[in-house]
Each structure stands twice: as C-alpha cells, then as structure tokens.
C-alpha cells in the first residue's frame, strides 16, 4: 500500500464503562478530562479478530497447570502462547529469527500494531503500521454513576454473616470518545527487504477498517455493553503528507433527537488537497448528524457500510 492514512474512530459509552481505571472508574487525567486508552481500543479489535479465528498473538489465553496434587488455571506465557498459536514444540529450540518474523507478522495484530518479542534469546522490536492516540471524552457533561449490585450468596470470609454480600458497578451515564489513529505501510519497509513479510497491503487496511469500525459494538461484556462504534474518519492521502491529531478538528454537541459531530478540516487540509486521495466518514444517520466544512466526502452507514 502506498498511501498514509489519517483519522478520528468514536466510541459512545452509554451506561458503560468504557475503559475503567483500577478504581472501576471511568479513567481520568489530572484534571478530570475522561479518556480511554489505545489499549482498550485495541483490545476488542484482537477479541473479534480472534473470534474470527484469525491468529493473534498478543491476547490472553488459558492452560491448565498442574502443580503436585493442584490443577490451577492460569494465562499462558508468551513464548507458550507463541508455541501454541504457531504449532512449535519448543521455541528455545530455534535458531532462526528470520523463522520467528515470518510468523509473527503471520498474526493480524502483530501485522497491524507491531510487537516486542524478547523470547527464547530473541529480542525483536515491530513499530506497528498502525499508531493509535489516546481517546479523549468530548461530552463535558459525562458523570459517573454507582449501582449497587447484591450477590446471592454471604460472605465465605466471615464465619458470622448472615447476608448476602453487596457489590458496587460503576458507569458513565454518557461519554464519546475520539481516538486519533495514523497508518504508515512504509513502517515494516526494513522488514519486507529481509524477506519476511510482504509488508502492510491494502488488503490490511480494509481488514484494519472493516474491525475498526464494529469491533466495539460487537464486544459485549457486562461492563461494555452500552458501548458502540459511534464514528469513523479515515483520511487517506499520499505518502509523503503528515497531518497532526485529528481529533483536535472535532467537535461532539449534544442533541435532543440526535448528537451533531462536526469536522473543520477545511484550513488544514486547503492548501495540501492535492496530496489527498480520498475522505470517508462514517456514522449512523438515524442518532447523529455529520457537519462537515470539506467538499468531496463519502459518507457510509457505520452499521450497514451502504453510502448515505
């Protein structure tokens, strides 16, 4: 592929928890501004990856551990979850490298976001083709709400409980993030001259979007249900066009039927539209309303990904 590509993925958190931190709170900087990690970004787009049984390298997996008399369940280690996901008995065991980078980049996330593979005597770094941003909360007016959940059983610690043990469930009642992201395909140049990859295609690109864009609605978990891709911009353009964070050119205004996104690209892009391929944007039409100052956009439904 040779082309950048920049752009903006939303996430609407309605009643969830989008990305917790180890308070069960929605996560804060210091002054008060909610975000999510690219972390947590990324994570539900390995899981439907994974689902869709293609091979991912960095997500957890379980074996069972026999130690003496216990069978304990525990996440496998990387170099067993390496062994296990690419067939080799014993990792220790290879002496070539050029073996381990042709497999790693055999795995859709390792392909998309790189990895650092310190195993076995290896010590390999992949700066990712794909660099994702912290998502930052536009909805100023988000709070975060406290349930109160009863268990049905006591308390197994204290021999004089009589009742059932009460737990605490933590959401935002609203929130929308922005996460900026960048593809660069000439990330893995290095690698495609050692002859171990066929470097980052466009059909990565189409895999990268197609997940980017549903992953999170596809992700339901009891903390994450309520959360759903909610906005996509992907800006591609030649490669030897940078452009700063996106995001910083969006705006999220609350409605009462629906929400209004705006995009001001139109400064910025100006007097470099030559240098850009092609502008798509991509959102639900019957919960929001795209207010865009550029010309030449393709709009898609988020859902359907049939143009509107």
Not at 93 to 120: I, M
Not at 238 to 248: A, F, R, S, V, W
Request: hydrophobic share 35%.
């Amino acid at each position: 592929m040779n082309k950048r590509v920049y752009g903006v993925l939303g996430i609407s958190s309605i009643m969830a928890n989008w990305n917790a931190d180890f308070t069960g709170y929605p996560k804060t900087i210091s002054t008060g501004e909610i975000f999510g990690s690219d972390k947590a970004f990324k994570y539900p787009m390995k899981k439907q990856w994974d689902n869709n049984g293609e091979k991912v390298l960095y997500i957890k997996s379980m074996i069972l551990s026999k130690d003496k008399d216990a069978v304990s369940l525990v996440p496998r280690t990387l170099k067993e979850r390496y062994e296990y996901l690419f067939g080799i008995e014993d990792l220790s065991k290879c002496k070539d490298v050029s073996e381990v980078l042709k497999n790693l980049f055999t795995a859709v996330d390792v392909k998309n976001f790189g990895a650092t593979f310190a195993e076995a005597k290896m010590n390999i770094s992949i700066t990712g083709a794909v660099q994702f941003g912290q998502g930052f909360n536009k909805y100023p007016e988000s709070e975060a709400q406290e349930q109160q959940i009863l268990s049905p059983f006591k308390d197994g610690t204290d021999a004089d409980a009589k009742n059932s043990t009460l737990g605490t469930k933590i959401v935002s009642d609203e929130a929308h993030y922005f996460y900026p992201f960048v593809i660069n395909p000439h990330a893995y140049d290095e690698f495609v001259k050692l002859g171990v990859t066929d470097g980052y295609t466009e059909g990565d690109y189409l895999q990268f979007k197609d997940t980017s864009l549903s992953s999170a609605t596809a992700f339901a978990t009891n903390s994450k249900e309520g959360c759903e891709n909610e906005f996509g911009l992907f800006v591609e353009t030649e490669p030897t066009l940078y452009l700063p964070n996106l995001t910083e050119y969006i705006e999220f205004k609350k409605g009462k039927d629906k929400n209004t996104i705006s995009i001001h690209l139109r400064d910025l892009l100006e007097d470099v539209k030559s240098k850009v391929l092609n502008i798509e944007v991509y959102y639900n039409p019957h919960t929001t309303m795209i207010d865009c100052d550029l010309s030449d956009v393709h709009y898609y439904h988020i859902v359907t990904r049939k143009g509107v």
